[in-house]
Antibody, heavy 114, light 107 residues
Framework: QVQLKESGPGLVQPSQTLSLTCTVSGFSLTSNSVSWVRQPPGKGLEWMGAIWSGGSTDYNSALKSRLSISRDTSKSQVFLKMNSLQTEDTAIYFC????????WGQGASVTVSS | DIQMTQSPASLSASLEEIVTITCQASQDIGNYLSWYQQKLGKSPQLLIHSATSLADGVPSRFSGSRSGTQYSLKINRLQVEDTGIYYCLQHYSAPWTFGGGTKLELK
């Protein structure tokens, strides 16, 4: 059974770094890509970036300077790190599987506030 | 970046009605287009991939089509459980981009 689960701090201070983990099961990271998608309160979906099955990455142009996605295939985990957080980064952060995003985590709520 | 213009932004329809939502791509994206449904407080769910292929477990009243760079999601015979927000996504080239969403309500 394919599953993804996001974990991380619910509250981050402005200007600090957000670190999230996506733990997957039921599939291999070396055969599937994983994307991060976020959704600010009451707004639409935004693709943040992805790590492909071969380990390379692509990022949203608007976030590229602040964002890093990596993985540990032995632990079936994908990591998101984004620095210089601002209140506009308050959102639910999802990880999803593959090019067609056929499976999603339940989402991690992140609030940026002092 | 490829822009996806989704319309309408909101839609109110009656039970059993036929509903159509469209996404216009700013350039050719082939069939690299998916549709998702999101219910309040839930994660999005894949409905259609490759522009026209129904995802596993999705009712057959949902269908996708393509005409050039315009993509459509059609819901035949709208049901109560079809309310929610619908998004298209192009994954032809990075950065991938979503449409702005269509909020579908029952009249």
């Amino acid at each position: 059974q394919v599953q993804l689960k996001e974990s991380g701090p619910g509250l981050v201070q402005p200007s600090q770094t957000l670190s999230l983990t996506c733990t997957v099961s039921g599939f291999s990271l070396t055969s599937n890509s994983v994307s991060w998608v976020r959704q600010p309160p009451g707004k639409g979906l935004e693709w943040m970036g992805a790590i492909w099955s071969g380990g390379s990455t692509d990022y949203n142009s608007a976030l590229k300077s602040r964002l890093s996605i990596s993985r540990d295939t032995s632990k079936s985990q994908v990591f998101l790190k984004m620095n210089s957080l601002q209140t506009e980064d308050t959102a639910i952060y999802f990880c999803t599987r593959s090019y067609v995003m056929d499976a999603w985590g339940q989402g991690a709520s992140v609030t940026v506030s002092s | 970046d490829i822009q996806m213009t989704q319309s309408p932004a909101s839609l109110s329809a009656s039970l059993e009605e036929i509903v159509t939502i469209t996404c216009q791509a700013s350039q050719d994206i082939g069939n690299y287009l998916s549709w998702y449904q999101q219910k309040l407080g839930k994660s999005p769910q894949l409905l259609i991939h490759s522009a026209t292929s129904l995802a596993d477990g999705v009712p057959s009243r949902f269908s996708g089509s393509r005409s050039g760079t315009q993509y459509s999601l059609k819901i035949n015979r709208l049901q109560v459980e079809d309310t929610g927000i619908y998004y298209c996504l192009q994954h032809y080239s990075a950065p991938w981009t979503f449409g702005g969403g269509t909020k579908l309500e029952l009249k």
